[in-house]
């Protein structure tokens, strides 16, 4: 059975700096596309970025510049370094990930991705 799972997330202050990570277990393929997206109380789940195994990154303009993705390819894990938190950040961030490769301009489609962990609450305080 196929199974993402997220850490990293808790209460921060505004300003402050978190780092996410997801792993994937229980497949012996690897992901090609791995991404990660948040929803906040009453929003719809809204895309944060995207790293495929070639290298290739993709940001949604709102963390650009503040967030940074990476992964280990080994290890079939992605991580999320996320700077200078805003309380608007404030949501349930959710991995995400395809083996199959997802084109560019589909990168922030969550109908795309076919495996999903279970979430990791971040709260940013004011």
């Known amino acids: 059975q196929v199974q993402l799972v997220e850490s990293g997330g808790e209460l921060v202050r505004a300003g402050g700096s978190l780092r996410l990570s997801c792993s994937g277990s229980?497949?012996?393929?690897?992901?090609?596309?791995m991404g990660w997206f948040r929803q906040a109380p009453g929003n719809e789940r809204e895309f944060v970025a995207a790293?495929?195994?070639?290298?290739?990154?993709y940001y949604a303009d709102s963390v650009k510049g503040r967030f940074t993705i990476s992964r280990d390819n080994a290890e079939n894990t992605i991580y999320l370094q996320m700077n200078n938190l805003k309380p608007e950040d404030t949501a349930v961030y959710y991995c995400?990930?395809?083996?199959?490769?997802?084109?560019?301009?589909?990168?922030?489609?969550?109908?795309?991705?076919?495996?999903w962990g279970q979430g990791t609450q971040v709260t940013v305080s004011s």
């Open positions: 995400a990930a395809n083996i199959n490769r997802i084109i560019t301009s589909a990168v922030g489609n969550q109908r795309m991705y076919s495996d």
């Open positions: 229980g497949r012996t393929s690897r992901y090609d596309t």
């Open positions: 790293i495929r195994r070639s290298g290739g990154i």
